[in-house]
């Protein structure tokens, strides 16, 4: 029987997720300062953590002294059953996709104001690509995000908009800009952004719809910017994502991602 947790250990329980908080895709490697910054930990409470994390090797410690995240998180991660499936039945469409030329094809699903990376497909022609499986990409910058924050609900769209980071100089921080983009994309059925990411990129997602014809997920393709036509890529991944969308109605997926109210930063 497992014991119910009591105040004391929520709060164990909350800081250590609060450390491992600290990590995402533009923070992969950090000092203990940093860790203990960005988690609103004091220093001596994040060492402790962050110790017994290493000895768990939910963290691993480098060799300069600094942390990164370890393998185990993933391991763990990838054994959630939703993602998992996904995954599994997604691979073969996005297999298609890629045989088409593209630099690399990957699919997200909504992860409190994040879109987490389920998968991806790259080979060696490939550009340097941010988005790595496990990654959680912001929801205004990459293609796939803004597929998901486009047909997410109010709630989502209002905490997304109050934080625009600029991550290059094409990043549309200006949420009055963000909005009308967002309604686009619901008309038009798919998003596009060119070097708001990652300079040299440009990226073109579409939804993946699945039981109850929700929103469950977004399929998007990785391109050079000096890419001189792209417009052939779009009906092929509205295509092939409606597909995998019969795929997963049939398997009975109807909310991996939840596009649930749940914000976490």
């Known amino acids: 029987m497992v014991a119910k947790l009591d105040d004391d ?29 960005r988690s609103n930990l004091p220093l001596t409470t994040t060492h402790r953590f962050v110790n017994q994390l290493v000895e768990a090797e939910a963290l691993i410690r480098c060799s300069d002294g600094a942390y990164e995240i370890g393998s185990k998180l993933w391991r763990l991660g990838i054994l959630a059953s ?7 039945l997604a691979l073969p469409y996005m297999e298609d996709i890629y045989s088409l030329g593209v630099d690399a094809v990957q699919i997200g699903v909504l992860d409190g104001v994040r879109c987490l ?31 998901l924050l486009a047909y997410g609900n109010s709630e989502l769209q209002e905490a997304a908009l109050k934080s625009l980071d600029r991550i290059t100089e094409q990043t549309i921080t200006s949420p009055t800009e963000l909005a009308k983009q967002l309604e686009q994309i619901k008309r038009e059925g798919f998003a596009a952004t060119r070097e708001e990411l990652a300079l040299g990129a440009i990226s073109i997602a579409v939804p993946v719809l699945g039981n109850g014809g929700k929103v469950i997920a977004a399929m998007g393709v990785v391109i050079p910017s000096k890419t001189k036509d792209s417009s052939h890529l779009v009906p092929v ?17 109807a909310d991996p991602a939840g596009l649930r109210a749940t914000i976490r930063r």
């Open 9 to 37: 250990s929520k709060s164990v329980t909350a800081r250590a997720l609060a450390v491992l908080d600290a990590f995402d895709a533009g923070h992969r490697h950090q000092t203990l300062a940093a860790i203990s910054r």
């Open 82 to 88: 939703v993602h998992a499936d996904l995954r599994e």
């Open 117 to 147: 990376v389920i998968d991806r497909i790259a080979g060696s022609r490939s550009m340097s690509v941010k988005s790595r499986p496990g990654a959680r990409l912001p929801l205004h910058a990459s293609g796939i995000g803004k597929v």
């Open 237 to 253: 991944l509205k295509v092939t994502a409606q597909a995998l969308g019969r795929k997963l109605a049939a398997a009975g997926m």
